[in-house]
Every structure is written in structure tokens, then in C-alpha cells.
Nanobody, 121 residues
């Protein structure tokens, strides 16, 4: 599976962004998809994950209802809708595949290249 993340950018606090992760490969619809983020000098942090059918989701504690993960298996794409963005959300955001709804990034096998999200105050 190859992953291509996009949709990042520079926004102001309170704005919204929608990240996309396009996947190649016939096994996408069977993969758990996750989003992680990494800010400079910090460890990679779990953001969200979604089951293969889109029914089950999990979020990092910091999300608190601001982000929504979803997927469109017909388009081999997973999305991360981010609302009410804060400066502390600034990071490179990565999508990845796994075989379970894990929060540990070491349980994810394939990774996209990342997309930068910068939130100004």
C-alpha cells in the first residue's frame, strides 16, 4: 500500500482543515487507517483511527470532539476533518495503515509522507 497525504496548510486559530490520504493497492478497504502527528522535538502522537468499514473510530484525548476521521473505500481515501484548530495542533500529519485500532504508532505498517499543518494564533 502506498499512501499520499494532502490538505495541510497555514490557517488561523479557530479555522478548519480537511486532510486527505489517498491509498493505492487493492487491500485498502481491509486496512485500519490512522492519522498521527509529529511536532518538532516531540514524539509522534496518535490522532485518530477508523475501522475498515468506517463504523468504529478512536481519537486521541486531545481531540475532544474537534476532529472527525472518515473514509471512502470506493475512492481509496481516508479523511481527517479538523475544526476549531489551535496553535498546538501545528505539526506534520501522517496517515498510516494497520490491522487494528491501535494508538501505538509502532503498530502501523505503511506510512504516507506527511502534510504540514500550521496554525497561527
Amino acid at each position: 500500500v502506498q499512501l499520499q497525504a494532502s490538505g495541510g496548510g497555514l490557517v488561523q486559530a479557530g479555522d478548519s482543515l480537511r486532510l486527505s490520504c489517498a491509498a493505492s493497492g487493492r487491500t485498502f478497504s481491509r486496512c485500519i487507517m490512522g492519522w498521527f502527528r509529529q511536532a518538532p522535538g516531540k514524539e509522534r502522537e496518535f490522532v485518530a483511527a477508523v475501522s475498515w468499514n468506517g463504523i468504529n473510530t478512536d481519537y486521541g484525548d486531545f481531540v475532544k470532539g474537534r476532529f472527525t476521521i472518515s473514509r471512502d473505500n470506493a475512492k481509496n481515501t481516508v479523511f481527517l476533518q479538523m475544526n476549531s484548530l489551535k496553535p498546538e495542533d501545528t505539526a506534520v500529519y501522517y496517515c498510516a495503515t494497520s490491522d487494528g485500532l491501535y494508538t501505538d504508532y509502532t503498530r502501523y505498517r505503511y506510512w504516507g509522507q506527511g502534510t504540514q499543518v500550521t496554525v497561527s494564533s
